[in-house]
Structure formats: C-alpha cells, structure tokens
C-alpha cells in the first residue's frame, strides 16, 4: 500500500544512485591521482596583494610592472576594472614594498587593502589540523548516530559525507580551482550541513519503523519516510543555494572558491542524503539478514 502512493521508490533503484555518485567521483579521484589540487598560499606559501587602482587598469599593465621583478608568471585576477588580486611566489617584506610602489608609480596610483606572507610549514600544519577535524567529527557522529539510532546508520552517513567530501574536491582538482583555508572551512560546513539533512531522514524512519503495520516490507517505509522528508530537503537546500550564487555572483574574488565549495557541497549534501545514506543502510540491513543464517548453523 505504501509503494502505490510513491512515483517511483527509492530503494528498489538504489543501484542507480549509487552509478550516479561514482560516475560523478570517480573522474574527481583521477584527477586528484594524475594533477592534484591547485593549492593556494595557505598550502605551497607565496604572497598575496589585493588591490585597488586609482584608474582603470588592464591584466597586461600590471603582469609588465610584475616582469620587472621576474614574476611575470604570478596569478592577476581582476574582479572590475581597478580591484585585482595578485598571487606571487613568497616575497619579503622590501621585495613586497618595491613592487607595491612600482605598481603605483607606474600605474597611476593604487592602494594596498591587503598583503600576505604564507609560508609552506603553516599549509602543513593546516591540512593536519584538517584531518584531525575530520576525523574527530566522524567518530563523534558515528557515536551519536549510534546512540541515537543505530550504528549502521552511522557508519551509511559517513560513507555519505565522504561521497560529498570526494565530489568537492574532485571538481576542483578536474578544473584546477585554486584552494586557500577557506576552502577547508567550506568542507567541515558541508559535513554538518549534510549530516543534519541525513539525520532527519533517520529520524523520520525510527518513527515510521515505530508505527509499522503487519506486512510492511524495511525498503517500503524507507522509502515512504524519503518521499515524506523529500520537499523539506529540496527546500532546505533551494534557500541555501540561493545565498550562495547571491555571493558568487556578488560577492568578489576573495571567497569566491569557498563559496563555489559550498554550492557543490550543499548540492551534493542533499543528493547523498537522499539517495545514498538510506539506501546504502538498508543494504547493510540486507547483509545482516543474510548473515544470521550461517551464524545459527555454526
């Protein structure tokens, strides 16, 4: 009686999903083997100058002032016609200054709103930090899922913030998307955001397991509690998204990326939570059953 209601039903076409979601990483994984990522300065250290000209101002002027100091090859990204973002190799401080003054007296004046000096040790130190993030935030969530449902549960919602984790930065490193710290920021957000979406669909479940009727087959009240939860996830996720393309479109170079992190995390969020987590638990449940069986015979 349940399946009738639904359009189509979720679990009964989980080998679906699952195609989608590795035919979505698994091209991300390759790139990540073969190129890597485009790390920032945060990562491989260098200098950053975000800048503002008194006048319009073209890429080639200001690459021609950097070509006197042998940076011709510095990253110059230019947000309008006088704020620029130049990425160099790590600069002291009287290198920073000289080419801070030339770009200026060769430009008709700019002004400096922000300068950073980024050494290598400190990339390491954030990438540990990352991990250890990430892997506290997972023990955690496996423990609470545990106790608050299951820990098959757990461990399916994981293996779902890992599919988001993995589409993120796949993308990246297939498009060589340049990554700062705000980047690791973007990805511990997207793990809280999609554990929540996660865990409402669980509790909708326990709450439809509690008020089963005879006969009801797991994979029919899996699938009703999805389609019951589907347009609070779909609109949850709309709001958001509308925010972050508000601030792609608006909101300048600088979070550019985390914003971009965001807008495939989140999106990924909402897919994995849907048509991974729940499904990928009752396959878990399927091998339980299968393997009570051969536990009695032995």
Same mark, same amino acid.
């Given at each position: 009686?349940?399946?009738?209601?639904?359009?189509?039903?979720f679990?009964?076409?989980?080998?679906?999903?699952?195609?989608?979601?590795?035919?979505?990483?698994?091209?991300?994984?390759?790139?990540?083997?073969?190129?890597g990522?485009?790390?920032?300065?945060?990562?491989?250290?260098?200098?950053?100058?975000?800048?503002?000209?008194?006048?319009?101002?073209?890429?080639?002027?200001?690459?021609?002032?950097?070509?006197?100091?042998?940076?011709?090859?510095?990253?110059?990204?230019?947000?309008?016609?006088?704020d620029?973002?130049?990425r160099?190799?790590?600069?002291?401080?009287?290198?920073?200054?000289?080419?801070?003054? =030339?770009?200026?007296?060769?430009?008709?004046?700019?002004?400096?709103?922000?300068?950073?000096r980024?050494?290598?040790?400190?990339?390491?130190?954030?990438?540990?930090? =990352?991990?250890?993030?990430?892997?506290?935030?997972?023990?955690?969530?496996?423990?609470?899922?545990?106790?608050?449902?299951?820990?098959?549960?757990?461990?399916a919602?994981?293996?779902?913030?890992?599919?988001?984790?993995?589409?993120?930065?796949?993308?990246?490193?297939?498009?060589?998307?340049?990554?700062?710290? =705000?980047?690791?920021?973007?990805?511990?957000?997207?793990?809280?955001?999609?554990?929540?979406?996660?865990?409402?669909?669980?509790?909708?479940?326990?709450?439809?397991?509690?008020?089963?009727?005879?006969?009801? =087959?797991?994979?029919?009240?899996?699938?009703?509690? %999805?389609?019951?939860?589907?347009?609070?996830?779909?609109?949850?996720? %709309?709001?958001?998204?509308?925010?972050?393309?508000?601030?792609?479109?608006?909101?300048?170079?600088?979070?550019?990326?985390?914003? %971009?992190?965001?807008?495939?995390?989140?999106?990924?969020?909402?897919?994995?939570?849907?048509?991974?987590?729940?499904?990928?638990?009752?396959?878990?449940?399927?091998?339980?059953?299968?393997g009570?069986?051969?536990?009695?015979?032995?």
């Open positions: 009686m349940l399946r009738e209601r639904m359009p189509f039903h679990i009964k076409l989980r080998k679906i999903w699952y195609a989608i979601s590795v035919l979505i990483i698994v091209p991300g994984i390759i790139s990540l083997f073969s190129q990522l485009n790390m920032g300065i945060d990562f491989s250290g260098g200098s950053l100058f975000d800048l503002k000209f008194n006048q319009p101002t073209a890429v080639e002027q200001v690459r021609s002032v950097l070509g006197g100091f042998g940076l011709e090859g510095a990253s110059i990204q230019r947000s309008n016609e006088t620029f973002l130049i160099t190799r790590e600069l002291t401080e009287e290198e920073s200054t000289k080419v801070v003054q =030339a770009l200026n007296e060769k430009l008709g004046g700019v002004t400096l709103q922000r300068s950073e980024v050494g290598p040790v400190v990339g390491r130190e954030l990438i540990m930090k =990352a991990l250890g993030a990430l892997a506290v935030a997972s023990v955690l969530m496996v423990i609470y899922i545990a106790w608050r449902f299951e820990f098959k549960q757990g461990v919602a994981i293996i779902s913030l890992l599919h988001d984790v993995l589409v993120v930065v796949g993308i990246f490193s297939i498009f060589q998307i340049e990554i700062d710290s =705000a980047f690791i920021a973007a990805i511990l957000t997207i793990i809280g955001y999609s554990i929540n979406d996660t865990i409402v669909i669980f509790d909708r479940i326990r709450e439809n397991l509690l008020n089963k009727k005879k006969g009801d =087959a797991l994979e029919d009240i899996i699938n009703a509690s %999805l389609w019951q939860t589907i347009a609070r996830s779909i609109n949850t996720v %709309l709001t958001v998204e509308f925010v972050l393309v508000a601030l792609l479109l608006l909101g300048g170079t600088t979070i550019r990326s985390m914003v %971009l992190a965001l807008l495939v995390g989140v999106t990924s969020g909402a897919y994995s939570s849907i048509f991974n987590a729940s499904p990928l638990w009752f396959d878990f449940k399927r091998l339980e059953r299968r009570r069986p051969r536990t009695a015979r032995a």
